[in-house]
């Protein structure tokens, strides 16, 4: 790679793009009742609440660790942003990636601590975790475009993100934790109502299984849904269930 990166581009290149929820949000943020359809074997993972974070490793070795919307530290600074412990919690990490001859970025979340209002979910004492959950290459020639395009690009599906196999593979290699395998499913499995979401949500999945201590809370944030090629993915949190069917329930008092 050039010695001169744009920063502006590799930041829009390599941030995560938005994923749906599993049941499509309408007015208000309520959920309807399309939902969002799957062929071949469902791979489900559990969502943690915490928050978005990124390792962007270059050919050659060099680094950035961003969040979702901004790089935060690179190699060999001496100053960075402390924002929300991710430097902190990820520098290491990214000082012992196996070097790449492509730009590699790497997806955690990072949570616990003071890491948004879930964290009491995760420990009592304070202590700070991580879990990947994706990994994608970029064509360094993407870095080329206006900024405006490469944002299109991404949110465009852009980006080549690791099958399930590989990216149990590549955690493996680099001793990464992965955010917990539920389950393996048909999708014929899955409900398609968002009543029949709610319930099959709060009888397998309401705790979370990355509970750093035992004065976590231990309520799970919810479940990503995504087929083994990675060509599907979705979410389903239980907020949004619960605040659906509140309104639901409400609008139905009043009729």
Partial sequence: MSDSIDLAA??????????????????????????????GDVVLTEKVDGTNARIIQLPGGDWFI??????????G???????????GALRTVAEGLSVRDSISVF????????????????TGTGQVGYRLFDVATVPVEVL?????????????????????????TAAGMEGL?????????????LPTSVEGMSDWLNASWLQTQVALDGRATGRAE????????????????????ARTLKRRAQTARTR
């Fill in 10 to 39: 590799l930041n829009s290149a390599t941030k995560y793009p938005s994923i749906p929820t599993y049941h499509v949000l309408g007015e208000r943020g309520a959920l309807t009742e399309d939902a969002t359809p799957f062929v």
């Fill in 77 to 87: 600074d001496r100053v960075t942003n402390p924002a929300l412990g991710i430097v």
């Fill in 66 to 75: 961003g969040s979702r919307e901004e790089l935060l530290a690179a190699r």
């Fill in 177 to 189: 934790p992965l955010t917990p395998r539920l389950d393996v499913i048909a999708p014929g499995s």
């Fill in 144 to 168: 080329g475009r206006p900024v405006e395009r490469i944002s299109a690009w991404r949110e465009g599906g852009g980006q080549s993100f690791l099958a399930e196999e590989a990216l149990t």
């Fill in 222 to 241: 919810g479940v990503v849904l995504r087929t083994a090629d990675r060509s599907v993915i979705a979410k389903a949190r239980f907020e949004d269930y």
């Fill in 107 to 122: 997806y955690l979340e990072v949570y616990g601590a003071k890491v948004g209002a879930a964290a009491k979910q995760y």
